[in-house]
């Protein structure tokens, strides 16, 4: 029956809140250990049960699935229609003796359900023992998109050399990793950040690499003397040749205006040679030094959003800041 009304309804009833939706998600998602399942499952009326276990064993971004059920999670017009002629289905496969079930426990459990006011249908507490069920449902259509999307090799992007009266921001290298990790493990840098420390230098590696080898978006080390003290990424890439840009300093050299110097002059690089029509950025609302430096450079408010961050067990408001080309000052 819950297969029916999810195939019917979708999963929007599991996002009557998205803090709370993420919080939920995050938590079941941690516990789940990944093994070599099928990724999805259809469900019917374009629908697909996505596995967390498998969606794990690919090693693909929870944030992403997150992401994919949330554009999914919007009332489905067709299930008051769909939901009763799915029930119909499952009798006829009962009297033909084409399901797990007989006759009676059918009709008792429609009854059971019928009586209990409808709704959202829940997995039996046998059924959780049994199966472990932990997924969620996705429009199918959205899915293929996604995966389609990764299979596609992105161009690699080449960060050119830039330079200020003070600063080389040039491509990063093998030699950056303890500057990297000394500001991605202090506390006072990821204080208003949506991740914790880094625990040790293999975490701090994985990311460093990335900017080495895969090159998937713009990312500069800030040098002084050649030494970094600080970077500037393009975080992803936004619909309508946007970017979301990240930057951080080492807190030993907060207060000396560098990142006003250095982030302009990046900025004037995406908007010239990629040709981003904008460049959005977001802060901690508490973040007052970051806040200022966005606004100082031509940023305009762009909303804000409460998320709820698991891993750093609460609620953040999140301002958003927008950049147009001809507003850039510096």
Known sequence: ???AYQAAYGGEH???SRVSAQAFFDEEYDVVKAAALPLYEDLGNGSV???FASWKKAKLPPEALFGLFVKSAVAHPNGDRLFPKYLEAITRLVSLSEAPL????WEAAV???????GGPVHHSAAYRQAYSPHYRVVRK???QRYLAAIKAKPARRESPVLKTPRLTLRPFEEGDLPAVHGWCSSLEVTKWLLWLPHRDLKTTDRLLQNWIKKKRNYAWALTIDGAAIGEIEV???LPGQGAEIGYLLSAKRWHEGLMSEALPEALRFLFAKPGYRYVEAEADARNAPSLGLLRKLGFQAAGERVSYIAKK???VTLLGFRLDPNNLRA
Not at 102 to 105: A, F, G, R, V, Y
Not at 111 to 117: E, N, P, Q, T
Request: hydrophobic share 40%.
């Open 141 to 143: 259509a959205l899915l």
């Open 313 to 315: 067990k609460g609620e």
């Open 1 to 3: 029956m819950k297969l």
């Open 102 to 105: 007989s006759p009676k426990e």
């Open 14 to 16: 599991l996002l009557a």
């Open 49 to 51: 049960r996505v596995n």
């Open 111 to 117: 009854a059971s359900y019928r009586k209990s006011g």
């Open 235 to 237: 975080i992803k890439d």
